[in-house]
């Protein structure tokens, strides 16, 4: 059987989950029992191939899962519950070990038997693979110290709020590029991201080429059901941020299509940081690439982190906050839990005279100021040079002006790689950054 179907597994909650292996017997008879019914599914191997689905109830356990023919595999303490994916690059790999915020405290308290945690082997293949490297453990001080923060965040909170079982799957490599995240076959079917992804630099230090961390580490558990998905990464596609508009959604779609559902996403926009940028936007842009594909694609989140960066670390060590982020988008979009989930974000713009008025979406608990006056607005009139602009709120809106933009256009807020803003919402959520243009951007 594969690795991701062993012991102290968490299958997926109210629903049909694929159960599925391999045999020497070419046409064999399996018999599939769960403990949590007692109720067998009997399915016929083909060419030393087998697969059915059995039905699960709501969240709970433990259990055991029987598979037999002419020999049985006992699967033991299995959890029933909500499981999760994370992936991306570095900012999802980090433990806390690599770096975290009070981390002794955290890794003391991180005894959680209903929540369970697998890591897969940073791997890479040129072709699809059907199984990977890794194991399910039972989260524990010790494991929890070598697993991915974010993650073990997300899923603290879940499992607090929902209170089922939680699984949480850690498939991540830092420094790879979207592009190492998608099916080649399907990528390749863009040319101009077939191009984008030809250009990437070699590194030793983690792959380039497109398609090879999918084939590994996504591939063989596309049969495993699941909730949903959460990532983390970008960072590594500055070099040619303007194809993420495009590659980012891709991504998601193939993903979903691999799965079969429309499983939810929720993403982690990049931190601000000190990048050697010459026109320090690059950031921005797959920033803005990000919000875009938020706003475009059905069924996504976004969680922003420009509020707790760090422009001297690209790893920021606050990694409490976003996975908890990450958990609000969850909790009210999956789980419908009436709660606020999202800062504010850019919905439409009124130029009045000398100054636009911003209007955001997200807005309904107010906007706050942290600090005295707001800061990264900038505003552009026919010239298309920005100027830092003057701000106030103005019930659930932004006033923007400039004394040296008589007859303004366009408005960017916190449009830079090391931009700090200070506006938020009312639950303290930190609004994204935005632009009212679609002006040409250039890089150097």
């Known amino acids: 059987m594969p690795s991701i179907l062993s012991d102290n597994m968490v299958l997926q909650q109210n629903s049909e989950v694929k159960i599925w292996g391999w045999t020497t017997s070419t046409n064999e008879t399996i018999t599939m029992t769960g403990s949590w019914d007692n109720k067998p599914v009997v399915i016929k191997a083909h060419q030393g191939v087998w697969s059915g689905k059995i039905t699960t109830p709501k969240g709970g356990g433990t259990y055991t899962l029987a598979i037999s023919g002419h020999e049985e595999i006992v699967i033991k303490n299995i959890l029933i519950g909500e499981v999760w994916l994370g992936s991306g690059q570095s900012n999802m790999q980090w433990t806390p070990e690599n770096g975290l915020e009070n981390v002794s405290e ?6 959680f038997p209903n929540i ?14 059907d199984d990977l490297v890794g194991e399910w453990v ?18 603290r909170e879940l499992f607090k709020n929902l209170k089922v079982p939680i699984g949480l799957i850690n498939s991540s490599w830092g420094g790879t590029p979207v592009e190492v995240w998608i099916d080649k076959d399907v990528l390749y079917k863009d040319d101009e991201l077939k191009i984008a992804a030809k250009k990437l630099n070699e590194n030793g230090n983690w792959p380039t080429t497109a398609g090879v961390n999918f084939n590994a580490m996504i ?23 303007f194809a993420y508009y495009k590659s980012f959604p891709l991504l998601i779609k193939d993903w979903r299509e691999k799965w079969k559902k429309e499983l939810p996403f929720y993403f982690v926009q990049i931190a601000p940081y000190r990048y050697d940028s010459v026109n320090n936007v690059a950031a921005a842009v797959v920033r803005d690439a990000q919000l875009k594909t938020m706003l475009t694609t059905p069924n996504t989140g976004m969680v922003v982190t420009n509020d707790i960066g760090n422009l001297e670390n690209i790893h920021p060590t606050n990694k409490q906050d976003v996975g908890k982020r990450l958990a609000l988008w969850a909790l009210a979009k999956t789980y419908q839990k009436d709660i606020v989930y999202s800062g504010p974000v850019y919905k439409s713009m009124a130029i009045k005279n000398n100054k636009i008025m911003v209007s955001f979406d997200y807005a309904n608990s107010g906007l706050l100021i942290e600090g005295k006056a707001l800061t990264e607005f900038y505003i552009a009139g026919e010239d298309k040079k920005f100027y830092p602009a003057k701000a106030k709120i103005v019930a659930d809106k932004v006033q923007v002006w400039s004394s040296k933009v008589k007859k303004p256009l366009a408005v960017r807020f916190a449009f ?3 931009a700090l803003p200070n506006l938020l919402n009312g639950k303290g ?11 040409e951007i250039q890089l150097e």
């Open 106 to 111: 955290e890794i003391k308290n991180a005894d």
């Open 116 to 129: 369970r945690f697998f890591s897969v082997l940073r791997k890479k293949s040129k072709t699809p693979q």
């Open 138 to 155: 039972v989260c524990t001080p010790e494991t929890m110290r070598n697993f991915s923060s974010v993650a073990y965040f997300f899923g």
């Open 219 to 241: 591939n063989p558990i596309t049969k495993f059901n699941i909730a949903g998905f959460i990532w983390y990464q970008g960072e590594s596609n500055r070099g040619n941020p």
């Open 416 to 418: 830079t790689d090391t």
């Open 429 to 439: 959520l930190p609004a994204s950054a935005f632009r009212t243009d679609n002006w």
